[in-house]
């Protein structure tokens, strides 16, 4: 009798649970939860709860929740949130960080200044002011401005001349008389 029951409110979509041998009950409410990606313009999103992809909207019961979010050129975020009737759980607000940006160039070309001994140079000044220039904790959006860092140390180092070389000794050698 029970379960005929159940069939009837199950017939036209009703969305209610049969717990054997007890009557029909409502299901757990669900809540229409956003997923806010910041920043923003992040490409190729992926959000999981509980290991199943949802997309920015998803209904959920109440309930504590794992959330994943994953996004090119970012850092993984896990994420427990705790959905409830309250509406403020309703807006999940999830933060991803940018990866940090390759100085692998960078701090080879420093090396390579480094070594060099300035003092075997006519000016050694743009050198050390691309080396001073370099700004570090960037991330992997502004890889492009990273690579300039190492092209302009690059190029400076390239640019040097050596000091001419001092023949003092040797000319003042070549003037003493002989005997």
């Keep these: 009798m029970q379960r005929g029951f159940y069939n009837e409110l199950t017939a036209g979509g009703g969305q209610y649970q049969y717990n054997t041998p007890s009557t029909p009950v409502l299901p757990a409410p669900k809540y229409m939860v956003t997923f806010v990606v910041a920043p923003a313009d992040m490409t190729n999103v992926v959000i999981t709860v509980n290991g199943e992809p949802v997309e920015e909207n998803a209904e959920l019961e109440a309930g504590i929740y794992t959330v994943t979010v994953a996004a090119d050129n970012c850092e ?30 960078v701090e080879a070309a420093i090396a390579k200044a480094e070594a060099l001994n300035k003092n075997e ?4 000044t743009k050198v050390e002011e691309a080396v001073n220039a ?20 690059e190029d400076a180092i390239a640019a040097l001349e050596y000091k001419d070389a001092d023949y003092s000794k040797v000319d003042a050698a070549i003037a003493r008389p002989k005997r």
């Design 76 to 105: 993984t975020v896990n994420k427990e949130i705790t959905i409830t009737a309250d509406r403020a759980t309703h807006t999940q607000q999830l933060e991803l960080r940018y990866l940090d940006a390759d100085y692998g160039k």
């Design 121 to 124: 140079y006519k000016d050694f």
């Design 134 to 153: 370099v700004v570090r904790g960037k991330n992997i959006t502004e890889q492009t401005e990273v690579e300039a860092m190492a092209k302009a140390i």
